[in-house]
T-cell receptor
Framework: EAGVAQSPRYKIIEKRQSVAFWCNPI?????LYWYQQILGQGPKLLIQ????????DSQLPKDRFSAERLKGVDSTLKIQPAKLEDSAVYLC???????????FGDGTRLSIL | RKEVEQDPGPFNVPEGATVAFNCTYS??????FFWYRQDCRKEPKLLMS???SGNEDGRFTAQLNRASQYISLLIRDSKLSDSATYLC???????????FGTGTKLQVIP
């Protein structure tokens, strides 16, 4: 079974630029999550999708972050414009259904200069 | 009170020792619980789910105490390869967000 795919693995941009991350979940997984993990902290949920609907986005900074999951499969997370404090690892995970164990992709390590 | 709390450690234990971590949660209606392991600069990986009756997987035992609102992870006969950060996950269910703890760092010493 193929795992969760994420790209790119690394990204370096300057502040105020835009960046986008892509995630392809495990086939058949209805629930998709985006997390932000800052060094030394646990993953922080940014947004959770159930199929193509949003379950929770209470911790998503909506003035600069956006995410979509069209057709209920792949998802993209965008930051525009980026700030220095956005430097982190962005993890995508999927689960068969809500409440089920999550499987993570390798993550995208974002550095803001 | 934080939604999910863990002692960040580090826990430095000798090989062969038994070590236990706790994770407390604030939402009494939480429905599902998990332990993940995260190695340095890697993604979290599922270690085990936590069931109401407690469950064991080899050297690892997970327990849930709903009355006191915490879950625990016990590692017996620690190996060097157990060195990692252990994250607990609490899922309230419904449309409430899933929350990770900050993680407990374990270092097993030769």
């Amino acid at each position: 079974e193929a795992g969760v795919a994420q790209s790119p693995r690394y990204k370096i941009i300057e502040k105020r630029q835009s960046v986008a991350f892509w995630c392809n979940p495990i086939s058949g997984h209805a629930t998709l999550y985006w997390y932000q993990q800052i060094l030394g902290q646990g993953p922080k949920l940014l947004i959770q999708f159930q199929n193509n609907g949003v379950v929770d986005d209470s911790q998503l900074p909506k003035d600069r972050f956006s995410a979509e999951r069209l057709k209920g499969v792949d998802s993209t997370l965008k930051i525009q414009p980026a700030k220095l404090e956005d430097s982190a690892v962005y993890l995508c995970a999927s689960s068969l259904e809500r409440g089920q164990p999550q499987h993570f992709g390798d993550g995208t390590r974002l550095s803001i200069l | 009170r934080k939604e999910v709390e863990q002692d960040p450690g580090p826990f430095n234990v000798p090989e062969g020792a038994t070590v236990a971590f706790n994770c407390t949660y604030s939402n009494s209606a939480s429905q599902s619980f998990f332990w993940y392991r995260q190695d340095c600069r890697k993604e979290p990986k599922l270690l085990m789910s936590v069931y109401s009756s407690g469950n064991e997987d080899g050297r690892f035992t997970a327990q849930l105490n709903r009355a006191s609102q915490y879950i625990s992870l016990l590692i017996r006969d620690s190996k060097l390869s157990d060195s990692a950060t252990y994250l607990c996950v609490v899922n309230p269910g419904g449309y409430q967000k899933v929350t990770f703890g900050t993680g407990t760092k374990l270092q097993v010493i030769p």
